[in-house]
């Protein structure tokens, strides 16, 4: 068997295992064996195909991997508008109840719910906002001073 089939088994065995791990490094010796293919084609002895697949693995893994993997991992996602508001502390300027209600939220005047329907958390309360329902925050109180009904 010719020692280029060799190699161009080599390279397609690596590219599907790449494939399933989406490591980049194993495409990347799969992209030197395709190089290392055309050399052995080219009827070079088997040493100088070692050495050229040897150096563009090298020059792969030492050049392009660490670029690639600056693109794969991506900064933690930031929430925005409305959904970042859930967390956040609120003050209830108006009785919240399961019905109705008026929380502050970071400055801005929100209607508001009790997340637990059976709840009402009088004014001057500090709730958390736990969901946010079209322009109503869902709260939940963060200590004891709401009574039930």
């Known amino acids: 068997m010719d020692s280029w089939i ?39 002895p088997p040493a100088l195909q070692l050495v050229v697949f040897a150096i563009a693995s090298a020059a792969g893994l030492l050049g392009v991997r660490p670029i690639a993997m600056r693109h794969i991992k991506q900064p933690p996602s930031q929430r925005f508008g409305v959904s970042a508001l859930v967390g956040k502390p609120a003050y209830v300027t108006k009785e919240v109840t399961g019905r ?19 709840l009402v958390i009088p004014p001057g309360a500090t709730v958390d906002v736990i969901e946010i329902e079209g322009a109503t925050a869902l709260v939940y109180p963060r200590e004891q001073a709401w009574t039930q009904p």
């Open 100 to 118: 109705d209600g008026r929380v502050r939220i970071g400055g801005e005047e929100w209607s508001a719910r009790s997340y637990d329907e059976t």
């Open 6 to 44: 060799i190699w161009l088994i080599l390279a397609a065995v690596l590219g599907v295992a790449e494939i399933f791990t989406l490591t980049a490094a194993l495409g990347i010796l799969s992209v030197a064996a395709l190089l290392t293919v055309g050399v052995a084609a080219v009827g070079f």
